[in-house]
């Protein structure tokens, strides 16, 4: 199973919620170990296929696999070695960050519980709010708190929603440069939307941009610069989401 | 459960509640000499009552913590499968249920001289039936908050208590207009504290309401499993699993 070569792929991927077509037939393949960015404006159905790749939400038609497993149906032997972060879904309040951990931990199987978390902590540096309750954390504390739990299974696949959302420069280049080092040494394949494309730029090796639901364009950051014939990313969103096409 | 305001205020109300008919029920027995049997049916009644209750609303609560909390997303990504999360409640509401009443059962012993235990071994079959039903009828609260989200809490809130006047935990059935009968002689606690008023006043157990008590519950437990996977179904389509809290 983990020799798959492709972690992610859709075929005919299609969610239509009332009479609104949020994707629109969309095959995609992710290639494991990559790290890859969903890119489009808001309305463009990144968070709908996201959401899809979680098993959070079914999709109306097409299928989904992870390293090979189909997601609709073998979703519990995916769970285990998968993991997600977004700012939109928080951890219980009331609970202090180590049992936070712990529950999920529980969750994953994780053997040797206690030694991961305080691995875990000293690598995102949260040791000294472990005790703390999550509620009574800043937003770059809880964002650190929910990577932790992100981290805890060690997994082969992490699907991370605006990883950097709501946090300061600094905090944002700390946690970056934490995702990096974790994909480098475990070869985890990491699959993302942001809205943050100097993030993009930094930590991308592939770029998947969506418009009204589909995909439009598809490259490493630097091929996309170029093919746009801007001088970053950024150029290039602006100029697909004002319908300016590549030359 | 693990924090100590929790913890008193889950104790809280069964002890306001007993508190409240143990007082009205020595007021009836102090004034009137026949009273002893209807002063154990509010006390006996209210302490059961309580357990019905607080097993639904455990797993209500349990769920709306997930929903406050915006954790749904976590848990349903994690490898916890609906049925595991569904068993999890059921055993955190019943061991919620017992904490609960505890006090209060004691508080009962203590001020009023009423000992739930004095009811002998069918109060253990009471206690089951009625935390059954509670978690029957939890599952369907839940099931209604997956389906309209935190716009729905008030009426879930309120559905828990619907029921209570309907399965008459203070007085008989009979006493019930015709329509309101029909309906109170469809719910497994009706059951339950109909054999309690008469244990109490005749000595007698009436043991097939024990057992339809216990079929009715079987059966709309299976019903309302099948209701709230519907609503899980469609929380899915809908993305409700991410958004559920909005």
Redesign the interface.
Known sequence: MMENKIAIETRSLRKV?DNLVAVDDIDLQVKSGTVTALLGANGAGKT?TM?ML?????PTSGVITIFGYDLLKER?RI??F???S?P???????LTVR?NLIV?GH???IDDLGERITELAAQLQITDLLDRRHGSLSAGQRTRATLA?SLLNAPRLLLLDEPTASLDPDTADWVRTLLMDCRAKSGATIFMASHNMLEVERMCDDVIVMKGGKIIDRGAPQKLIQTYGRDNLEEVFLDIARNRHAP | MGSWPRLIETMFWPIINVLMLGFASLYLVRTFTTATVIASVFIAGSLLNEIMTRTGMGMMVMFLEEIWSRNLGHLFTSPLGIADYIIGTLGFSFMKSIVSIGPAVALAMVLFHFSLFGLGAPVIAYAVLLIMNGWWYGLLVISLLLRFGLAAEWMAWMSLWLVVPLVAPYYPVAILPGWMQIISWSLPATYVFESMKSLIGHNELHGDYLLKAFALNIAYFIGASFVFYRAYQGARRRGGLLQVGE
Do not use: E, I, M, W
């Open positions: 919620f709908t959401a979680l098993g959070l939400l079914q519990a769970a285990p998968t993991n997600f977004s939109y879904v928080d951890l219980p309040n009331r049992q999920y969750l994953y199987g739990k």
